[in-house]
């Protein structure tokens, strides 16, 4: 089997955001079952320091929307630091994600979901986070990733003794949201 790249950018749930590439068995795999797989592929596992992490290539590392801190020729990043991660092909994410739920509400009868976030608390900020959710969302909790189409992020965050609002701004509309930083959620009410 011949590995494939994607172009992904990774979010930590610090701020920081990873962009370059990740292998991927072939060029049909998803994301999502990427980061939710048991064994995270690797095209070298030599390479590999922890068995929850993933290897990324040429790799910039912005502090925020703009400045790139440092590049890096590959990194690994733990899986447990992913707040979430988008395909940085447009559309690519969510249109596999469409795709695959087309298939399953066939056979479950589910519809899609609103669903509505809020994340753990980091460094005096934390998220909103509304988006559309494909199939059974209480068996997708039990899995690291929940992928979620025409998402909306908002910080909440804490300067000063002051909360104040920010909306982040996603090039496109598909995310891999960790489920190890959600606090909450709520299934069906409509977006921000």
């Known amino acids: 089997m011949e590995a494939k790249q994607r ?22 795999f998803r994301t999502t079952d990427l980061l939710n797989s048991s064994n995270i592929f690797w095209k070298n596992p030599n390479e590999k320091c922890y068995d929850n992490a993933i290897l ?14 440092r590049n890096f020729d590959k990194i690994q990043i733990k899986l447990s630091e992913i707040f979430y991660v988008y395909d940085e092909v447009h559309g690519l994410g969510d249109e596999m994600e469409k795709k695959r739920a087309s298939t399953m509400i066939k056979h479950t009868q589910e519809n899609t979901q609103l669903v509505n976030i809020i994340t ?34 908002v910080e909440i965050h804490n300067r ?30 409509s977006p921000l």
């Open 160 to 189: 000063q003794g002051k909360w104040a609002k920010k909306q982040i701004h996603l090039p496109h509309n598909f995310i891999c949201m960790s489920n190890q930083h959600i606090e909450s959620v709520v299934i069906g009410q």
């Open 120 to 153: 753990r608390e980091v460094a005096n900020s934390f998220y909103d986070i509304s988006g559309t959710f494909f199939g059974l969302f209480k068996k997708k909790s039990k899995d690291k990733f929940i992928p979620l189409t025409d998402v909306i992020i």
């Open 56 to 69: 990324m290539y040429d790799v910039k590392l912005f502090l925020d929307d703009t400045a790139v801190y």
């Open 7 to 28: 172009k992904l950018a990774v979010v930590s749930s610090l701020g920081k955001k990873y962009s370059g590439v990740v292998d991927i068995p072939n060029e049909n």
